[in-house]
């Protein structure tokens, strides 16, 4: 069987031009060694073989071919001229340097097909590359260990350096190569010497001749079928870890994620979090959803850092909210915000009614989790909030602590469940946004708002009619000219959808309101014009 040194492969005999062409970001690294081989095989020995299979490897996978690296580690060699061997620090910086030329030029993948059983640093520098978790992976193919051929098994215990294995490989590749190794007498050392021993000694103090093995039983047809089988594996060996590259984008995998409640300390990290996903809550925000459920919010930590969290509330008559289901975007699709939503459902096991808002993606989720659809909203965004004249045919005042108790009433009638703790938490936090209008004495409708990172948020408005909504929403925003706004509000309503458009609102995405349990106090549509959030509902 001939070497295939003129396959048609992207190698270094090729310009630049076609290395430009490759559709595939893998390259490939025969790593040989120029060391004694006894008396009948050439100092070349380890990389001409390497050589062979890299390329056969390269063409069948579409990827780069790189130059075999000739000198590498051969230190059990000393002693015997011509063996040449790169210090350890050497060896690691030319791997590490030629991964970092590659991944400079866009390659993923580095595959080192590697020839030489004594290059033992190797291992500990491909550990630091893909530890370090960079763009590119590098995977080690020990050649030697995808033999599985039966003419192979009969050579156990011959394989360790120039014995019958070894030398069948060179009869089948390179005969011209190959010295008269039916003179080559094996030689020992000590019965009881292992191959770890050359930690200790070299091969010339173990086998005086350079040989640990027995080259005489070497045949060229053991050689072939020993080629064949390597050939075959080796891709099939690649391709696997390959694939396993590709579903593993850490090299630590996802380890272990724990679960705790969470504290005050967790504040910054869960604004870390809303930052990462483009949420709108501040830091007070937190404080409140804390300060709400103490017992009901959690986060979740991976290697002792907070990378996921949930908030719940416990509103009137035991019916609970889940929130701020967020989780770190490196640690998404591995069950951390299912994990943390299923603990926040826990906590509230005595409600008999759970609700929570779903963007599109969560939605699946929680409807597999028995959550029911009641409603949808939409989130509508003005980036630059106008100036509107005021409406005259609709009084709207500033809301005092003393409408407290109306305002809530009429936000339970529009809500289904009483939430005083949140109506005095927006009157607190942003008394400028709460509006109420009035007829003989009692409220018709209220607005409240609070602030955000990226926008000024109006909500909950709660109105008898349209045109008292409205006015409501256009004294608030005559507050915001110039700045950003969002109001989250029911799509049933065309009409109040069409009317914030004319304001220049547009929709940046949709909520579905979902509950799990027993809805008894499905909201009455007509009342609500503007939701919470769906951080609160």
Known sequence: MKPRHNACITDGTLPSLDWQRLTRPVAILPLGAFEQHGPHLPLLTDTLKVDHFARGLAQSLGAALLPPVSISQSMEHSGFRGSLSLRPETFMNLIRDIAAELERQSFTRLVIVNGHGGNWALGPTVREINRSDRAIKVIIANYWECDS????????????????WETSIMLALFPDLVGDYSAVVPTSFDENEKQSDLNHLGIGALRPNGVWGDPRRATAEAGQAIVESIETNLRTYVEE????????????????????????????????????????????????????????????????????????????????????????????????????????????????????????????????????????????????????????????????ETDADQVTQLDTEAF??????????????????????????????????????????????????????????????RKLVGRGALIDVPQQDRAWLAWLQSLGFEEQRSFTRMYRGENTQPPPQPLLYASSGPELG
Not at 360 to 385: H, T
């Open 416 to 477: 289904g469940i009483a939430r005083p703790a949140v109506v005095g938490e927006f009157l607190r936090r942003a008394p400028e946004y709460a509006q109420v209008s009035e007829l003989h004495g009692r409220i018709t409708g209220f607005c409240l708002g609070r602030h955000g990172t990226q926008f000024e948020q109006i909500g909950p408005v709660v109105a008898r009619d349209g045109r008292t909504a409205r006015a409501l929403v256009e004294t608030a925003l």
């Open 241 to 400: 870890r390959l694939a396993w590259l590709e579903k593993h984008n850490s090299y630590a995998g996802p380890g272990p994620v724990v679960v705790r409640p969470m504290t005050e300390n967790d504040f910054s990290d869960g604004m870390r979090l809303c930052h990462a996903a483009g949420w709108n809550q501040c830091l007070e925000d937190w404080a409140f959803f804390y300060r709400s459920n103490p017992s009901g919010c959690f986060v979740a930590l991976h290697n002792g850092k907070t990378v996921g969290t949930v908030t719940t509330m416990l509103y009137d008559e035991g019916t609970g909210w889940v929130a701020m289901v967020l989780v770190e975007p490196a640690m998404r699709h591995r069950g951390i915000g299912t994990t943390l939503l299923m603990t926040a459902i826990d906590s509230l096991a005595d409600s008999p009614c759970i609700k929570l808002d779903a963007t599109p993606a969560g939605k699946n989720v929680y409807q597999k989790l028995g959550f029911e659809e009641e409603y949808r909203l939409s989130r509508m965004i003005n980036r630059s909030v106008q100036a509107i004249a005021p409406v005259a045919s609709v009084p709207v005042r500033a809301m005092k």
């Open 149 to 164: 051929s039966e003419e192979g098994r009969a050579f156990a215990g011959d394989g360790i350096h120039a014995g019958a």
